[in-house]
């Protein structure tokens, strides 16, 4: 079956992450995506490692499925004009250089639009187009640190700390990607192609939501909790007999329940405890009054029991047992397949499930330059 996407062309002169996250989507989606690099091949993530499968890098092949690559140098007018040219038959251009790069290359939106008025033209950078900060790079670390993410990420006595992925690239991966679709399905009804600006920083300080929003209401710098809501008590980790798991109590009914669980269906009538804000106000009483007894026991006893009362909770597993989660193999979530020189290499799949047009893995991962042949790129500009 075809794709949601088989009918559109993208031309992706991105690299590293968040451009190629968004195109491998698109892809998925069933997407005609033209990688474009300059000779050699020139997406950092093919050389950062280890580990490296025949020297390939797992890095970038966690985001580049899915894509067709061709070489070219756009430093010469040969190079520009083969870009023109596949503009011309294209729905989607991405890129993520530098503010005022493509100008340089003659290749701005207002020169490419005059090829082709349908264009949908997505520019990523670290801080937007406009505004003080345009000229500066913007690398996902940098950016967590400026967003306010780090500053409310991990523990009182931890100081502040990253997410363990590059989560700002991913955010504005996942925005690139649904503006082009949004773009796209303005463009059906306007016939117009437009120029999208997009940058980590706001992606990043989007992804504040309700902290975000406590801030803006309250004035009161939020603190870091760790494995603590902010907003919802109990809702963090508990420690068991034999290691640890999540609780995630989200209304008063659950908390009743818990506490009969746990033997203690008189925390659940304590006019302290009764009610979610009070429970937030009186944090520090409940969370040791509830660990004590969850030390008792082990995880798996936990669990059940929750499982059994519907109680939101769940083992906080590592990758060797989330690779193995039955739910995820039901779900196909780690897929397969063969690259030329890589030999066969596993990837994460798509959360994407579609009843008619589904996603597909088509392509691996490419080699830098392996379809120049295909799209007639010549030796003396590639």
């Not at 300059?38 to 390939?56: H, Y």
């Not at 264009?119 to 996902?140: N, Q, R, V």
Request: net charge negative.
């Amino acid at each position: 079956m075809a794709g949601a996407l088989t009918h559109i062309r993208v031309l992706d002169l991105s690299r590293v992450l968040a451009g190629p996250y968004c195109t491998m989507i698109l892809g998925d989606l069933g997407a005609e995506v033209i990688k474009v690099e300059a000779p050699g091949g020139s997406d950092e993530t093919r050389k950062w490692g280890p580990p490296f499968q025949n020297d390939v890098s797992a890095y970038y092949l966690c985001a580049n499925r899915n894509k067709k690559s061709i070489t070219i140098n756009l430093k010469t007018e040969e190079g520009i004009a083969v870009i023109k040219e596949l503009v011309a038959e294209s729905d989607v251009i991405i890129h993520n250089f530098k503010t005022g790069t493509m100008e340089k290359f003659g290749l701005d939106y207002a020169t490419l639009s005059d090829i082709n008025p349908q264009l949908i033209y997505c520019s990523i950078t670290g801080f937007g187009e406009t505004g003080p900060y345009k000229a500066l790079p913007g690398y996902d670390f940098i950016i967590q640190a400026m967003s306010g993410i780090m500053s409310i990420t991990g523990n009182a006595d931890s100081g502040p700390q990253k997410m363990g992925v590059a989560i700002t690239d991913i955010l504005t991966g996942l925005y690139a990607c649904i503006g082009i679709q949004g773009a796209l399905l303005e463009r059906s009804q306007s016939g117009k192609g437009q120029k999208l600006d997009i940058s980590l920083y706001e992606s990043a300080v989007s992804a504040l939501v309700n902290i975000g929003s406590n801030y803006l209401m309250s004035g009161e710098v939020p603190t870091r909790l760790g494995n603590h809501h902010a907003n919802i008590v109990p809702y963090q980790t508990f420690e068991t007999f034999d290691g640890e798991m999540v609780i995630a109590v989200g209304n008063d009914q659950q908390f009743k329940t818990l506490c009969a669980i746990l033997g203690k269906p008189e925390y659940g009538e304590d006019e302290r405890f009764r009610t979610n804000p009070k429970r937030v106000a009186h944090r520090t009483e409940l969370v040791p009054l509830l660990q004590n007894i969850f030390k008792t026991k082990p995880t798996e006893y936990w669990l059940n029991q929750c499982h059994e009362s519907n109680i939101p909770c769940g083992p906080i597993q590592q990758l060797s047992d989330v690779t193995q989660d039955p739910q995820l193999l039901a779900r196909n979530m780690f897929v397969e397949l063969m690259h030329p020189t890589a030999g066969p290499i596993k990837l994460i799949g798509s959360p994407l499930h579609f009843s008619r047009t589904p996603v597909s893995f088509r392509q691996h991962p490419p080699i830098a330059g392996e379809h120049n042949v295909q799209f007639g790129i010549n030796k003396s500009y590639s």
